[in-house]
């Protein structure tokens, strides 16, 4: 069984993931794959462009942010996916030898009214670099299973003061 | 890509279609998100998901890349038309970004953009704020991705000094 369900998050709760490096070939590979434009490409390209050198995809930050928050949170709980992001700003760019992590800060959890099996979580993700600069950050609400009653008296809400 | 001046609000791009194979489905989740209803058939198939589905950030990869392709095939016809493409400036972000269905492995989805605001005055001089509806839509017409973007795009009137 999973490590986390609903019932473990809360309100102010704050999670950190990551590191993770960022190279100049994921990048262009990257960027190859999914936003062949000049400043993702090619470092001589991008320096005539507004990013004035190589920067990551935004679209490639959100992997990357998906890469640590699924190693450091995600894959060890009931995650059901995401229904989406009511927000996302790039805000500064993503260069190559960037030393990436994200903090997850919980807004508010709710259960679901027509699925009693689930529940939604509301956090916010800030992707930083190692400077402490918020290169992205995004809102989404995530799905996770409920804990299975014959363990519910198990969870960390359960066992607070 | 065309000007900032050269853009309409209401204006409608149908962007191409993609159909998502298992494999490059799984090669992009075990990449950047393999939770198990992304990287195995099995594993996903006792989910409420039911079957092996896209991560959703792949679905929106997918969907970046015929954007672009869209726009480097407008650069071509300002050539062709003895122009100079305008220069592609970044996105600040996006709004409202929605899966409200799994892809599945398989399904065909096309890509659609629709410009729904042009401001001209941004913090960067030289250069226009576009914002458009983008969407992804399965074979049987349901929507699988939307949200709106918004790009930077040089403007016309001064692309001689926009950039310093």
Redesign the interface.
Known sequence: MPKLHWEDFFAGQVVECGPLEVSAEEIKAFAAAFDPQPMHLDEAAACATMMGGLCASGWHTCAMMMRMVADGLVLDSSSMGATGCPEVKWLAPVRPGDRLRVRVEVLDTRPSKSRPEMGFVNARFDTLNAHGVRVMTLTSHLMFGRRPPASAADGPRAAAP | MRYFEDMRVGERADLGSHTFTADEIKA?AR?????R?HVDEAAAAR???GALCA???HT???F??HF??AE?RDAEALRAGGETPA??????????????R?VYAGDTISFVREVTELRAQTT?PG?GLVVGRNTGTNQDGALVLA?FGAK?VQRRDTRDGG?S
Do not use: C, K, N
């Open positions: 992009f990449r950047y998100d393999p939770q209803f989910t409420h998901f991560s959703g950030w929106a990869a997918v970046m890349r672009v392709e480097q220069q592609a400036g970044p996105s600040p972000g996006i709004r409202d970004l929605r899966w409200p799994p960067r250069w949200f930077f950039r």
